[in-house]
């Protein structure tokens, strides 16, 4: 009984068409940030847009869990965008799912 309550708030998660929805919008500007990225190689601040994609994971898991001050990803090494990429997707497939609920809660409270 236990383990399927404990099921029911992951489930309600991968459910979410509202978290995927924004999870295909992230992923899909990514790569359309890092093909736009690639041209302007080199040039002073070319990686910003990703880096501002990727706040949650500079903050989260550079700057609180690996506490390196100076943590940051580069479009010159793409592999270390792989788990930038999975951690905001996460990142934005709970909010989405949070801002889910909290509307069908709102919604189901003035419905009676």
């Given at each position: 009984?236990?383990a399927?309550r404990?099921?029911?708030p992951?489930?309600r998660?991968?459910?979410?068409?509202?978290?995927?929805?924004?999870v295909?919008?992230?992923v899909?500007?990514f790569?359309?940030?890092?093909y736009?990225?690639q041209?302007h190689?080199?040039?002073?601040?070319?990686?910003?847009?990703?880096?501002l994609?990727?706040?949650?994971?500079?903050?989260?898991?550079g700057r609180?869990?690996l506490?390196?001050?100076?943590?940051?990803?580069?479009a010159?090494?793409?592999?270390?965008?792989?788990?930038a990429?999975?951690?905001?997707?996460a990142f934005?497939?709970?909010?989405g799912?949070?801002?889910?609920?909290?509307?069908?809660?709102v919604?189901?409270?003035?419905?009676?």
């Open positions: 009984m236990e399927r404990a099921a029911r992951v489930k998660i991968l459910r979410s068409k509202l978290g995927w929805a924004l295909v919008i992230y899909v500007a790569i359309a940030v890092y736009d990225v041209e190689r080199g040039t002073f601040l070319y990686d910003i847009w990703l880096d994609l990727a706040v949650p994971y500079i903050l989260i898991v609180l869990l506490g390196q001050p100076t943590f940051e990803v580069h010159h090494e793409p592999w270390g965008l792989v788990p990429v999975i951690f905001c997707s934005v497939l709970l909010v799912a949070g801002l889910e609920h909290a509307v069908r809660g919604l189901k409270k003035l419905r009676g």
